[in-house]
């Protein structure tokens, strides 16, 4: 063979194994948007597009966003932002299934999609690692239902991005409502118990969070280790700057317990010896947030107060026969149109009082609450974020809405 040839032919060869060793197009990995796109999964789905979301009609809502992701928002009411996904990952499993990954609120999620024509539902699902859905069917063994594809846009609010999501989106020009007019806070810490365990954070969480308040405008009413007697007092002159004001808020940071489903802060004067003692010793949280509902306003409600109480222990067993209506931690709490009430740990759990100068809640509240031009929701779901890393999953914050429209604390 002349040696001329061989260039040409270590050419051809070169050439010949490249084709043949390329991976397919069709072999590499899709992206979330590539996916949602072929199979129409992109925009609103609902029980009833012809109806509002509500707590029987639920919508999905599929977004690109960012990169090649997806974000996934589940509506249950035109103010209620129940949860956001950002989804990563996406992958034909069969005929008309597609199996998705993403993060929650800073816990894995997995899912699997059965799509048909115009309408989708889940049929299996897993949450931080914890089966929700399997088979089509719920738990309890309810059957998943299909959520039919809309082609108009629903009736509801849409959901601020993921703080990822968010953080790319802050390039782009947005038009944000601040919360104008007078701004009142009450900041009450309590740690220097008397009768139980005392508290090293409170006093510092408290301090904290009123020089963060005055600073995005707030007249702010702060008290620190207050008995049954200071709290009060602290609470009438927060009622008298209510009037008029256009957003309240409140944060206590301390011990708190649930008795019967009721929520009670509790002064550092406590002793709660005999079950007559709960209304003398202790300040019910539906007595301070009937204060901030009297006027039309928006409420904002901070309860860093699920911290192990060895009171309400104590008062459990002279409850005797009723001990079972002592709960742990506190219990969920539903509120008038325009509060947002946001609790350090989910409902009866117990918090963490933190080793630094603050709780892990507080601290992370802290960071984010002026972040400017961040909806308060967002602000949440990044604290919630923030405080289930640092405590390794073994607390989760959790707030109950009922806020209307979006709610900026800093230009």
Not at 100 to 121: K, L
Not at 216 to 240: A, H, N, P, Q, Y
Request: net charge positive; hydrophobic share 45%; aromatic share 6%.
């Amino acid at each position: 063979m002349p040696v001329a040839i061989l260039p040409l032919l270590l050419v051809v060869l070169s050439a010949f194994l490249s084709a043949f060793l390329a991976v397919p197009a069709a072999a590499q990995t899709p992206s979330v948007k590539t996916v949602f796109e072929k199979y129409n999964l992109l925009g609103n789905f609902a029980l009833d597009c012809s109806k509002p979301a509500s707590k029987t009609n639920y919508y999905y809502v599929h977004r690109a966003v960012h990169g090649d992701q997806v974000q996934r928002d589940l509506m249950s009411g035109p103010t209620t932002r129940d949860w956001v996904a950002t989804l990563a990952k996406a992958a034909e499993k069969a005929a008309g299934e597609i199996a998705i990954s993403g993060t929650r609120d800073g816990q894995s999620i997995d899912s699997v999609y059965r799509v048909e024509a115009r309408r989708m539902r889940v049929v299996e699902g897993t949450v931080g690692g914890k089966k929700e859905i399997s088979g089509g069917r719920f738990a309890n063994g309810r059957e998943v239902p299909w959520f039919n594809k809309c082609d108009d846009k629903p009736a509801v609010a849409v959901l601020p991005v993921s703080p990822s999501v968010a953080q790319v989106e802050q390039k782009v020009e947005q038009k944000v409502t601040v919360v104008s007019g007078r701004r009142v806070a009450l900041v009450i810490g309590n740690g220097n118990y008397r009768f139980a365990t005392k508290l090293g954070n409170p006093a510092n969480d408290a301090s904290d969070i009123a020089g963060a308040l005055r600073k995005l405008g707030f007249e702010v009413v702060e008290g620190r280790d207050l008995d049954k007697r200071g709290i009060e007092d602290k609470l009438r002159e927060f009622s008298r700057k209510l009037a008029g004001a256009k957003l309240a808020l409140f944060f206590y940071a301390g011990h708190g317990m649930q008795v019967a489903g009721r929520n009670y802060l509790v002064p550092v004067d406590a002793k709660l010896e005999q079950p007559g003692d709960l209304r003398l010793d202790t300040i019910d949280i539906a007595d301070v947030l009937s204060q901030m509902e009297a006027e039309p306003r928006v409420n904002l409600v901070f309860l860093d107060a699920c911290r192990d109480n060895p009171l309400a222990r104590s008062f459990a067993r002279s409850m005797g026969a009723r001990s079972a209506s002592v709960g742990q931690g506190l219990a969920l709490v539903q509120s008038a149109i325009g509060t947002m009430i946001a609790y350090a740990t989910q409902p009866d759990a117990v918090a963490l009082d933190g080793d630094g100068r603050n709780s892990p809640f507080t601290k992370a509240l802290l960071k984010h609450i002026a972040t400017p031009a961040v909806d308060i929701s967002t602000v949440m779901r990044r604290v919630r974020a923030e405080v289930i890393a640092e405590t390794s999953e073994r607390q989760v914050p959790w707030d109950h809405s009922s806020l209307v429209g979006d709610v900026v604390l800093a230009r």
